[in-house]
């Protein structure tokens, strides 16, 4: 399968505690990118990692990449009600597939 | 505002019908893709046009086709509709082709329920 696929496929945490979810690929890559969806709206970039960045950093938003293992994680700092959302990882081949998703619950 | 327009927005008809999905691309984006979200089978990459041209193909049925036309924008015929297309369709846009790809945009999603 030339997707990512992310892990776990749902996560609930309190507000302002920090969020981790990973994405594992199978081929090599040129670069992986970070995507969110609000509940039934259309998926909005978050990051691009190039596979020779090791780290990337946008607001509270932490992406690493591990391309020996084939893994990517992103980790949002400090959650609001606001990041309640589906992310997605996307590994761009001649085609770009996304996974199932992480739906994240973010509780008050 | 991701600058990607569909239309239209929601859309409910009966099984056997025909309808079609438009999208307008950002301005200069030359590369189309259209994807199908459903809630068992996530989101699904159907096809992608870069500049009129067929690039890539998915799972998109034999039922289904697209064009994009000269002056960019794309659309997504759906024929013979069953109740299992009733699903989100979303198009989205891009600069760059190829394996680079770069980020997508994507617009708010057609709604298609079929009865």
């Known amino acids: 399968s030339q997707q990512g696929e992310e892990d776990p496929q749902a996560l609930s945490i309190q507000e302002g505690e920090n969020a981790t979810m990973n994405c594992s690929y199978k081929?090599?890559?040129?670069?992986l990118q970070w995507y969110r969806q609000n509940s039934g709206r259309g998926l909005v970039h978050l990051i691009l990692i190039r596979s020779n960045e090791r780290e990337k950093h946008s607001g509270r938003l932490r992406v690493t990449l591990d391309t020996s293992k084939k893994s990517s994680s992103l980790l949002i700092t400090a959650s609001r009600a606001a990041d309640t959302a589906s992310y997605f990882c996307a590994v761009p081949y001649d085609k770009i597939i996304f996974g199932k998703g992480t739906r994240l619950h973010i509780l008050p | 505002d991701s600058g990607v327009t569909q239309t239209p927005k929601h859309l409910i008809t009966a099984t056997g019908q025909r309808v079609t999905l438009r999208c307008s691309p950002r301005?200069?984006?030359?590369?189309v893709y259209w994807y199908q979200q459903s809630l068992d089978q996530g989101l699904q990459f159907l096809i992608q046009y870069y500049n009129g041209e067929e690039r890539a193909k998915g799972n998109i049925l034999e039922r289904f086709s697209a064009q994009q036309f000269p002056d960019l924008h794309s659309e997504l015929n759906l024929s013979s509709l069953e109740l299992g297309d009733s699903a989100l369709y979303f198009c989205?846009?891009?600069?760059?082709?190829?394996?680079?790809?770069?980020?997508?945009?994507f617009g708010e999603g057609s709604r298609l329920t079929v009865l």
């Open positions: 989205a846009s891009s600069v760059v082709p190829g394996i680079e790809h770069g980020e997508l945009f």
């Open positions: 301005s200069g984006d030359l590369s």
């Open positions: 081929t090599s890559i040129n670069n």
